[in-house]
């Protein structure tokens, strides 16, 4: 390690960042912590802001990752309203937007992502939902509209897809590749949101490109007009990595770090879904954009700041929620490798397991989040799993870890 730690700056007030804060004090770190954050709000959870605070069921404070004495406790110096734009390397200074320079002894930058803008002419008149602010807007604008096309088949579209037919408007996503989620599910998931939304009334079309969006209507590659008074576009998020870029430090679609958040420097670390790394349990690079991820590595960066043991080799968890179905995946179910079932999920209750060998890498299961703990631990294990046991649901999962095990 390199000198003294007497502050950390943290640059990102999201989960991820309020995680790292919070696990620095866990570990007893006293020192002075700076938290950045471009939002006036605490660091808070993303997750409801496509359900339940998209529909306006719960107040948007709800989200806080602290309340109250919590927060107080943390006694972090929280620079509101503020975003970083320049990393001295040299001098262990930061730059913020409104000129102020911060000397750091060490830096942890949790600075997320953004949404990918639609880059088609008119794409600016659609709306993203990233921030409080985005849900606020949208919840107004979803009030209001009568027709709504989600531009993008991944999870936010679909999250959002699913909040508008509940509130009683007419829906169509609109996907350029040939499923929904392709990025990050095998084709028996595609082929089961496909029917879930189409059973709720979504209208879903794939291998379909957006060429332009007008006041009233989206209009398709080859003329095709789609009506809707309200556009929203979910096509991706991208990392917020430019200011590692611009001080010199490795990135690769996101800022390139050990599984807990090292970067090259060894006073900067970098965490949450900004940070691209070789997964301990996966064996391969990766970037997560999870609730899971950017409180599991967040903790594993603090330690590793301080100079601690850490790890970070829990395989990946993520969670959906859409016309009333939960949704939840673990590990790479996408990644190649047979399929075992167990149960019906395509029914709307059981899951479907990805095998390597005799090796489990990933599960998704649906309103079965039991299978999810089991198959978790199955995953971090990394030992071998009869396929028939997995698939006979006569058998309690649990069973399979202490004869696995012994």
């Known amino acids: 390690m390199v000198g003294p730690i007497e502050r950390i700056v943290i640059v990102g007030a999201g989960q991820a960042g309020g995680w790292c804060a919070r696990a620095l004090r866990d570990e007893g770190y006293a020192e002075?912590?700076?938290l950045v954050g471009d939002e006036a709000h605490p660091p808070y959870e993303r997750p409801p802001l496509s359900k339940d605070v998209l529909l306006g069921r719960a107040a948007a404070a709800s989200t806080y990752l602290f309340r109250g004495d919590a927060w107080k406790q943390l006694a972090v110096d929280f620079r509101r309203g503020r975003g970083a734009i320049r990393i001295d390397r040299q001098g262990h200074t930061v730059e913020l937007s409104?000129?102020?320079?911060?000397?750091f002894d060490r830096l942890v930058l949790a600075t997320g992502g953004r949404p990918a803008p639609l880059p088609v002419p008119g794409g600016d008149k659609a709306l993203l939902l990233r921030s409080i602010a985005d849900a606020d807007l949208l919840r107004s604008r979803m009030g209001e509209a009568h027709r709504m096309a989600v531009v993008g088949g991944g999870w936010i579209g679909l999250e959002v897809a699913a909040a508008a037919r509940s509130m009683g408007l007419q829906v169509a996503v609109l996907e350029?590749?040939?499923?929904?989620?392709?990025?990050a599910a095998p084709s028996v998931l595609s082929d089961y949101l496909e029917q879930l939304h189409r059973q709720h009334r979504v209208e879903v079309r794939l291998g379909v490109r957006v060429a332009a969006v007008d006041e009233k209507c989206v209009r398709l590659a080859g003329g095709e007009q789609i009506d809707a008074d309200l556009v929203v576009a979910g096509i991706g998020l991208v990392a917020n990595d430019h200011l590692a870029a611009?001080?010199?430090l490795e990135v690769?679609?996101?800022i390139v770090t050990d599984p807990c958040g090292r970067t090259a420097d060894p006073a900067i670390f970098a965490c949450g879904d900004v940070?691209?790394?070789?997964?301990?349990t996966l064996r391969r690079r990766v970037r997560l954009e999870s609730w899971a991820n950017a409180q599991n590595q967040a903790i594993a960066c603090a330690r590793a700041l301080l100079g601690r043991q850490a790890e970070n080799n829990e395989a990946p968890w993520f969670w959906s929620d859409q016309h009333g179905v939960n949704i939840q995946l673990v590990g790479l179910p996408g990644a190649d490798g047979e399929i075992v079932v167990r149960g019906t999920p395509a029914a709307g209750k059981g899951s479907w397991h990805a095998m390597v060998g005799d090796q489990l890498v990933g599960t998704i299961a649906v309103n079965a989040g039991r299978d999810i703990k089991v198959a978790k631990r199955l995953i971090e294990k990394q030992l071998?799993?009869?396929?028939?046991?997995?698939?006979?649901?006569?058998?309690?999962l649990r069973r399979l870890l202490p004869a696995m095990s012994s």
């Open 246 to 248: 611009a001080a010199g």
């Open 275 to 280: 940070s691209v790394f070789e997964h301990p």
């Open 176 to 183: 350029a590749t040939d499923r929904l989620c392709g990025r």
């Open 32 to 34: 002075s912590i700076i």
């Open 98 to 103: 409104d000129g102020e320079v911060i000397a």
């Open 384 to 396: 071998a799993v009869e396929r028939t046991a997995i698939a006979d649901t006569k058998i309690d």
């Open 252 to 254: 690769e679609r996101g």
